[in-house]
């Protein structure tokens, strides 16, 4: 069993991510990055990039699939049932206080105003998150992710291909990928040892 402090550490972690981002669930994963990546060193850079790779393709809030993954990762189930918590409760104490006073933000222009601004905010993040998984690709030195980023942002852009059967395709290009790296790699172990 974990220590307690893990847990809570953990749990108070997200509950904090969660209760400062606003603009959608995109926006919580590069603050997951620096706080478990960076701050924290309870997740490997490439760990995260898998995991929101997982949490990106699953059914569901992206926000709370990053949660379960990364909490799961760090302190198994007990991480998972914590990381949740803490990931739904903040938006659900903002959104019961946001009813009680839904008639009076609606038509505030102040509101409407930091609203607005906020938008641009995520933008940015967005936009950094992007940045920074392009780096990652161009890292490696792969050709197919590359190639698989340009053609899927054609293909919803530009011809207006369901993203479902994009998503479709590449988790099967990538399961075939990774089946023949894994092939060549083995094989490339075989000839070193003979």
């Not at 991510?17 to 701050?39: D, N, Q, W």
């Not at 933000?105 to 609203?115: A, G, L, W």
């Amino acid at each position: 069993m974990k220590d307690k402090k893990v847990y809570a550490k953990l749990f108070l972690s997200v509950f904090q991510l969660s209760a400062c981002t606003f603009g959608g669930g995109f926006v919580i994963i590069p603050l997951m990055r620096k706080k478990f990546v960076e701050k924290l060193h309870w997740i490997s850079e490439d760990e995260m990039m898998d995991l929101t790779a997982i949490a990106q393709s699953s059914p569901g809030a992206i926000a709370v699939n990053a949660s379960i993954l990364v909490g799961y990762h760090v302190a198994g189930i007990p991480g998972a049932a914590l990381t949740v918590l803490g990931a739904i409760l903040p938006p659900l104490i903002i959104i019961s206080i946001v009813s009680l006073f839904y008639q009076t933000f609606r038509n505030n222009r102040i509101v409407s105003m930091f609203m607005a601004g906020m938008l641009c905010g995520v933008a940015a993040v967005i936009c950094d998150v992007v940045i920074r998984m392009i780096q990652d690709i161009l890292k490696q030195k792969r050709l197919l992710p590359l190639s698989i980023l340009v053609l899927s942002f054609a293909a919803v852009r530009f011809w207006n291909v369901n993203i479902i059967l994009i998503i479709l395709v590449c988790g099967i290009v990538g399961a075939v990928d990774a089946c023949l790296r894994e092939a060549k790699k083995r094989k490339g172990d075989s000839n070193g040892l003979s």
